[in-house]
C-alpha cells in the first residue's frame, strides 16, 4: 500500500489549482501586432530610414549637421531646451550626433527583430521629445502618438486607482509645457512645440484610465469626488442610475 506525501498532494495541488504569476510583455503579442500592424510598420520603415540616411551623410559623423540643425531651430526651441542645447549637444556634436545615428538603427532593429520592443519604444520616444523641445515638431509629435499607443497595448492590466496615479504622472508634463505655449491659432499650434507636448500629455492621460475598462468603479469613484458630485447634480443622473445603464447593456453569460 503506497501513501501519498501531504507535502508533496500540497504542491500538487496548489500547482494545478493556482493561476500562473503574470508574466512580463517583452515583445508584441500577436493579437496587438495584427491591430496596430500598421503603426509597427510605419516606425520600422521611418527609424531605419532615418539612420540609414544619417550613416550615408559624412557631415552627421562629423557633427556638423546637428550644429547646422540646433543653429537653424533655436528660434523655435523651448526656452528651457536651449542652454541644453548649447552647452551639452553642441560642445558634443560628434558625439551625440553618432549615438543618435546608431539609437535610431537599433530600435528599426529591435522592432523588425520583435525583441526588447518597449525599451525600443521609449527610446525612440526619447528622441522625439528631445527632437519637439527643439522645435522639430513634425513629424515627431506624431512619432509620439504611434510609440506611446504601442507602448499602451503592451502595458499589462493594472487597477483602476493604479491607472489613475499613473494619469496623475502624465498630466504633470501637460501642465508644465502649457505655459511655454505660443500661439492658439488654429493653423499654427501644430508647430508649437510646448501645445502639442502639453496635448500628448493630456491624451496619454485619458487614454491610461480609459483602458482599464472598469466603468463601474470609475463611476463610483468620480461620484465620491466634488465636481463629481456637482456635476451628477446639475445633470440630474445617480450613480445607481448609471449602475441600472451598465447592467441592462452587460450582455448575458
Known sequence: MTTT??????????????????????????????????????????????????MIDPSWWTGEYLIGFLNEQRPHMLPFFVPFADRVVEPLAPLIAWLVMWMQLGIAICLIANRRVKPALWTGALLNLCFTMAGRVNPSAFYLVMQVTLLVALSRPVALKIAIRRAA??????????????????????????????????VAAVTTVAIVNRPAELIDMVATTPIGRWFLRRARISPHALHERLNAERPAR
Open 169 to 202: 504622472l502624465w498630466l504633470v508634463p501637460a501642465a508644465l509645457f502649457a505655459p511655454f505655449a505660443r500661439t492658439i491659432d488654429p493653423a499654427l499650434v501644430i508647430d508649437d512645440p510646448a501645445l502639442m507636448l502639453s496635448f500628448l500629455s493630456l
Open 5 to 54: 506525501n501531504p507535502t508533496e498532494f500540497q504542491a500538487v495541488t496548489r500547482h494545478e489549482t493556482d493561476p500562473p504569476p503574470p508574466r512580463k510583455l517583452r515583445y508584441v503579442p500577436t493579437g496587438s501586432a495584427a491591430v496596430l500592424l500598421p503603426l509597427y510598420l510605419f516606425l520600422i520603415a521611418g527609424w531605419f530610414r532615418a539612420g540609414v540616411e544619417k
